[in-house]
T-cell receptor, first 112, second 114 residues
Framework: KAGVTQTPRYLIKTRGQQVTLSCSPISGHRSVSWYQQTPGQGLQFLFEYFSETQRNKGNFPGRFSGRQFSNSRSEMNVSTLELGDSALYLC???????????FGSGTQLSVL | AQSVSQHNHHVILSEAASLELGCNYSYGGTVNLFWYVQYPGQHLQLLLKYFSGDPLVKGIKGFEAEFIKSKFSFNLRKPSVQWSDTAEYFCAVNDRAGNTPLVFGKGTRLSVIA
């Protein structure tokens, strides 16, 4: 069974640009969560989608958005990039509520 | 809202030393507890989890954790670390009752030296 796949693996953008990251969950998993990981801050929850609906949202500005498609694949978008958005963005999927999360390798975003 | 506190930012141990990483959570309800590990250059993977039952849970690679409800703690232990245990360790919690996201601590970096 293939794991959680995130693309691209690395991304370099400049301030003010926008970016879209993609995540394909494990086959059969309907829940997809996104986290931002930065050194010293750990993982901060962005949002969770379940069956194309946003189920939970973290404390991030409206520049951060996401969506989930009918095949459970998910995308997150960050508009008007800021230097502080540089981070590893992790996607995770799970089969049902309260089950463990399976993480992808992440997309390393650098904003210059 | 739930929160997780990991007391040690960076721990350095010699091989064969014993390990204990602290984790405390803040939440009054019933929780699920997890420890995840991130080896250098690899994705996060689950070490162990506690949902209910025996508060002493055993995970992969000889790790174990004890849930102490009265102390809101879920400390991770290993009797004898190896160089290959060098990694970052994250404690996480969510509310068992609802569809709440998994909340992570800031992580503890473990460096094991020969």
């Amino acid at each position: 069974k293939a794991g959680v796949t995130q693309t691209p693996r690395y991304l370099i953008k400049t301030r003010g640009q926008q970016v879209t990251l993609s995540c394909s969950p494990i086959s059969g998993h309907r829940s997809v969560s996104w986290y931002q990981q930065t050194p010293g801050q750990g993982l901060q929850f962005l949002f969770e989608y379940f069956s194309e609906t946003q189920r939970n949202k973290g404390n991030f500005p409206g520049r951060f958005s996401g969506r989930q498609f009918s095949n459970s694949r998910s995308e997150m978008n960050v508009s008007t990039l800021e230097l502080g958005d540089s981070a590893l963005y992790l996607c995770a999927s799970r089969a049902v509520t309260n089950e463990k999360l399976f993480f992808g390798s992440g997309t390393q975003l650098s904003v210059l | 809202a739930q929160s997780v506190s990991q007391h040690n930012h960076h721990v350095i141990l010699s091989e064969a030393a014993s390990l204990e990483l602290g984790c405390n959570y803040s939440y009054g309800g019933t929780v699920n507890l997890f420890w995840y590990v991130q080896y250098p250059g690899q994705h996060l993977q689950l070490l162990l989890k506690y949902f209910s039952g025996d508060p002493l849970v055993k995970g992969i690679k000889g790790f174990e954790a004890e849930f102490i409800k009265s102390k809101f703690s879920f400390n991770l232990r290993k009797p004898s670390v190896q160089w290959s245990d060098t990694a970052e360790y994250f404690c996480a919690v969510n509310d068992r009752a609802g569809n709440t996201p998994l909340v992570f601590g800031k992580g503890t970096r473990l460096s094991v030296i020969a």
